[in-house]
């Protein structure tokens, strides 16, 4: 399933990070900072400070790389690191860290009752939700073919293989498909970030 | 041309590429700001549409920020004796496996799983109460406001929204509206289902005001289909599992698609990419 094929790119990123290839590491910063800023923005208000602390982790994140063996999935790791590097800020700056953590295997979703802090401003709550409803707009006017393939791949979490079988069609097909859906959308999401 | 070079950049993202093509496309990748911000916002894109918890700000730039600090140490070639760092038990880390897998569904079926409860109590009532019953799910949205949750149980007090006052007679107006609509309305199917595993056959028909449910049946499962117009849909797009039945949704142009039944989600899928207007 491409849930593990996820994590295996992370696996074969981290490979190459660990064999000198220090460019591979800046995909997984890339990957990963939307998500980190907002796990550590359950710690800290300020979103300069919150951007100091990721920025930490990851440097945090890259010198421990080498005694990284893939035993857990990357981000779980990071994650963990994210936290621990959060709490720590906040215990050098005199301030107590939450009662209430969260947990790493939740954090990816996390929305609950307990939320700590949150850094989205109503200005940022916006434009996220801005960036949701044009992309539901594109995938509703995207072709079925295309809707149906980039849908199975990232609401079923299935393989290109298994899409295939699906919409009985090449794997070579499926990827294509999925390429093109996501270029729809990135032709609209692109703008909000000029 | 431009856009075909772009698409393995798509295929890493899902883990659909190998060492080699790997390897190019990070030099690419590494080297060619536009096409960082390409990786970025696929998966960005990709994270809200799965409902992450991400921030978003134009103006984050931490890959740079992270880049240029690290630029003064070196690159380093692990070392086979270092200690591994595990920051969790092997026990620990298959309970959270298992927990991510069920998040994930979880998260993106986020409306959709109490909602689509109700669309499986439709199907489910079939045998009972031949009347419509996913007719009155697909109208759930038009009526909730009376209906009373202890009508259905358990499954429907999620989504109903309705107070116990005078409800009942509410609703059961509400069934012979409905029967009534049923009966003035077109019974002609608008909509042709071109796919369905081997040895389905029609089983059932009901048009209603906004949508039209089919079921087809193979004498040991049973699948229904019912469009109705986006935005009167009560379950956001995805898939919710249960012991026995597959529930999928999905938006089609300007409609909505859901296929319920004891069948695959591959197979519930497949069937709704079928779905077509007959006009067409």
């Known amino acids: ?194 | 041309m431009y856009e075909k070079s772009l698409e393995p950049i798509s295929a890493m993202m899902d883990g659909e590429i190998g060492e080699f093509e790997l390897r190019r496309v990070v030099e690419r990748v590494s080297n060619n700001q536009q096409l960082k911000d390409k990786w970025l916002r696929y998966h960005l894109a990709q994270d809200v549409m799965q409902g992450r918890s991400v921030q978003i700000s134009e103006k984050i730039d931490l890959v740079s920020r992270v880049s240029e600090a690290l630029a003064a140490e070196p690159s380093f070639k692990i070392d086979a004796a270092l200690p591994v760092e595990q920051d969790q038990t092997p026990a620990k880390q298959a309970v959270n496996a298992d927990r991510n897998q069920w998040w994930k569904p979880a998260a993106s079926m986020a409306v959709a799983a109490s909602v689509t409860a109700v669309v499986l109590l439709g199907a489910q009532q079939y045998g009972n109460e031949p009347i419509g019953a996913s007719i009155e799910v697909a109208n759930i949205s038009v009526i909730d406001q009376v209906l009373p949750p202890s009508r259905f149980g358990s499954e429907l007090s999620t989504v109903s929204t309705a107070t116990k006052s005078s409800q009942s007679t509410a609703y059961g107006m509400g069934q012979y509206i409905q029967k009534h609509r049923d009966l003035t309305f077109n019974k002609e199917s608008s909509w042709q289902v071109k796919w369905l595993p081997n040895g389905f056959k029609k089983a059932q028909h009901q048009v209603s005001s906004n949508s039209e449910t089919l079921l087809y049946s193979n004498g040991n499962s049973a699948v229904s289909i019912n469009i109705e117009p986006l935005g009167s849909q009560v379950a956001s797009q995805g898939i919710l599992k249960t012991d026995e039945l597959v529930a999928y949704g999905v938006r089609a142009n300007s409609n909505f698609i859901t296929v319920v039944g004891n069948v695959s989600p591959q197979i519930a899928a497949k069937i709704a990419a079928s779905v077509v207007h007959k006009t067409q």
Not at chain 1, 67 to 82: H, N
Not at chain 1, 115 to 124: I, N, Y
Request: hydrophobic share 40%; net charge negative; aromatic share 10%.
């Open chain 1, 1 to 194: 399933m491409s849930g593990e094929n996820n994590a295996e790119i992370d696996k074969q990123l981290v490979k190459r990070v660990q064999e000198g290839d220090k460019r591979a590491f800046d995909l997984l910063v890339s990957k990963y900072q939307h998500k980190i800023i907002a796990l550590i923005g359950r710690y800290v208000y300020d979103q300069d400070e919150a951007l100091d602390i990721s920025q930490e982790a990851f440097i945090k994140a890259y010198r421990a790389l080498p005694r990284f063996r893939g035993d857990s999935a990357f981000y779980t790791w990071l994650y963990r690191i994210a936290i621990n590097t959060a709490k720590n800020h906040l215990v050098s700056r005199g301030r107590r860290p939450p009662d209430v953590d969260v947990d790493v295997s939740d954090a990816q979703y996390f929305e609950g009752e307990n939320k700590l802090h949150d850094l989205a401003s109503p200005e940022r709550n916006l434009i996220r939700q801005e960036i949701d409803d044009v992309i539901h707009k594109v995938l509703d006017q995207l072709p079925v073919d295309l809707r149906v393939a980039l849908t199975l791949r990232e609401f079923e979490d299935m393989s290109y293989e298994d899409i295939s079988v699906v919409m009985d069609c090449p794997v070579g097909t499926v990827r294509s498909r999925i390429f093109r859906a996501r270029e729809a959308i990135d032709k609209e999401v692109a703008p909000f970030f000029k």
